[in-house]
C-alpha cells in the first residue's frame, strides 16, 4: 500500500486469485470505477486465456500465472502477439503461492472457487496480508488451522461472500477489528441470522427435483454465479459451507448460528442482539456490493450498484428451512458440529459429486448421498496440520470418484 505521490490517495497493491472467474471480474469491475485507489500487481487464471490476456491488456499486471505450461505458452505467444514483453508468466501451484505472498502486493482477493484456492489462500494469510476471503472453502477445509495462521501473521481477513459481508457489517466496530477470533458475546450478540434464497428449486415438488437438469440447478433466481456455486445454491450446500465458515470467521458455535430463507435476497444476513434488536445489512443482489465494501474498508465507495428502491421492492419473506428439501444443508450443520474431518471430507466429495452432476453423470439427489456416504466414511479421521488436510482431502476425492461407479 503507497501514497501517491502529492496526494493523499492511498492507493493498494492488488492480488487477484482467479481473475476470470465470477467474483475476479466483478472487483475488476469495481476497480475500473476507481483507478486511482487500486494498481493491479497480479493476476490468475486456470485456463482461460483469451479472459486473462483481455486484462493484461487493460491493466497491465508485472505477473501473471496460469494453471498449466501450455496454457501459459499460449498465454505468452499472445501477450508478445499484442506487444506486451513486460508482463512475466507463470505457471502451477508454487507461482501461484508466489504471487499470494509476494510483497509486491499488499491486498490479495482470494477468488480461487473450491479447495483448490486453499494453498494460496493460505500463503496470502501466511505473508501477513489483508486477504478478501471470496474462498468459503479454504475455512472449511481447514478451519482451526486457518485461523490460527491469521492470529499469527496478523493478517487481516475481510469476508466477500454476500451473507458473511453482511455480517460483517452488522457488527459493532470493536468486533469488525478481530475477524477470526472474535467474542460476539462480550458485544451483547446472541445469534448470527444467515440468510438464504432457498434456490431455484425452493417451490418445486420432492419429485420433480429428483429429476432436475444441471441448466435448471444452475438458474438461480436472484445471483448470476459460476456453475458450481449455482448447484451448491440448489442444494443449499453453499448454504451449509457458509454456515461452517461464519462458525470460523466469527468464532462461535453452530448453536450461535441460524438459517433463515429468505427467497428475494435483499436482507443478505443479520446479527441478532439481547436487547432484541436486529441488526441487518440490505441491498440488491450484486456481488459488487461486498467487494466494494472490502476493499476499500473502513471507506466507502461507489460498487455501481443501483442503490435499494423500497418503492419497488417485492416484500420480505421469511421462512424456515425444510431439511427434507435441503438435506445437503443438515449433512453441513452436522458435520460442522463433528469436526474438521468432516468437515474437509465434506467438500472434497461435494466438488466431486457437484463435478459429474454438471457432467450429467449422476442424478440431482445422488450428490446427497455420495456426500452422506463420504462424511460417514472419514468423519472419526483426525486432522491437526496442512499435511493432514491435504491428504484427507485428496484420499476423500478417490472415495468418491469410486462412489460414482454405482450410479
Known amino acids: 500500500m503507497k501514497e501517491k505521490s502529492g496526494t493523499q490517495v492511498t492507493v ?43 486484462q493484461c491488456i487493460e491493466f497491465s499486471p508485472k505477473t501473471v500465472v496460469m494453471g498449466s505450461v501450455h496454457h501459459a505458452e499460449l498465454l505468452t505467444l499472445r501477450l508478445a502477439e499484442k506487444g506486451l514483453h513486460s508482463i512475466t508468466v507463470k505457471y502451477g501451484r508454487e507461482a501461484l503461492l508466489d504471487i499470494a505472498s509476494s510483497s509486491d502486493s499488499d491486498t490479495v482477493m482470494a477468488a480461487i472457487v473450491g479447495a ?25 477445509t481447514s478451519g482451526a488451522i486457518f485461523i490460527e495462521a491469521v492470529k499469527r501473521s496478523g493478517a487481516e481477513l475481510l469476508p466477500i461472500d454476500s451473507e458473511h459481508n453482511a455480517i460483517f457489517q452488522s457488527l459493532p466496530w470493536q468486533e469488525q477489528g478481530r475477524v477470526g477470533h472474535c467474542k460476539l458475546g462480550q458485544n451483547g450478540i446472541s445469534k448470527i441470522l444467515l440468510t438464504g434464497s432457498g434456490g431455484p428449486f425452493r417451490t418445486w ?44 470467521l466469527f468464532n462461535v458455535t453452530a448453536d450461535d448460528i441460524e438459517v433463515v430463507l429468505h427467497p428475494q435476497s435483499t436482507i443478505h444476513s443479520m446479527v441478532q442482539y439481547i436487547d432484541g434488536s436486529v441488526i441487518a445489512q440490505m441491498g440488491n443482489p450484486d456481488m459488487r456490493t461486498p467487494i466494494a465494501h472490502a476493499l476499500a474498508y473502513p471507506e466507502r ?32 450443520i452436522e458435520a460442522c458440529r463433528s469436526g474438521q474431518a468432516a468437515c474437509t471430507a ?60 454405482q450410479y
Open 12 to 54: 493498494r497493491e492488488l492480488c487477484i486469485l482467479g481473475s476470470t472467474g465470477s467474483i475476479g471480474q466483478s472487483t475488476l469491475e469495481v476497480i475500473r470505477l476507481h483507478p486511482e485507489k487500486f494498481n493491479i500487481v497480479s493476476l490468475s487464471a486456470n485456463e482461460s486465456v483469451d479472459k486473462l490476456l483481455e
Open 116 to 140: 483448490a484456492g486453499l494453498m494460496a489462500t493460505l500463503a496470502a494469510v501466511e505473508a501477513g496480508k489483508r486477504v478478501l476471503l471470496a474462498n468459503k472453502e479454504a475455512l472449511v
Open 205 to 248: 415438488s420432492l419429485d420433480d427435483i429428483e429429476m432436475a437438469t444441471p441448466d435448471q440447478a444452475c438458474a438461480h433466481p436472484n445471483w448470476e454465479m459460476g456453475r458450481k456455486i449455482s448447484v451448491d445454491s440448489a442444494t443449499m450446500m453453499n448454504k451449509g459451507l457458509e454456515f461452517i465458515e461464519a462458525k470460523w
Open 301 to 332: 465507495i461507489d460498487s455501481g450498484v443501483a442503490p435499494l428502491d423500497f418503492f419497488n421492492t417485492a416484500s420480505f419473506d421469511f421462512q424456515s428451512v425444510d431439511f427434507k428439501r435441503y438435506p445437503n444443508l443438515k449433512l453441513a
Open 346 to 405: 465434506l467438500n472434497a466429495a461435494n466438488e466431486i459429486a457437484v463435478t459429474a452432476f454438471l457432467d450429467k453423470k449422476i442424478k440431482f439427489n445422488d450428490i446427497y448421498k455420495i456426500n452422506e456416504t463420504s462424511v460417514k466414511k472419514f468423519v472419526s479421521e483426525q486432522v491437526s496440520n496442512i499435511n493432514e488436510v491435504i491428504s484427507l482431502d485428496t484420499r476423500t476425492r478417490e472415495f468418491a470418484q469410486q462412489l460414482l461407479t
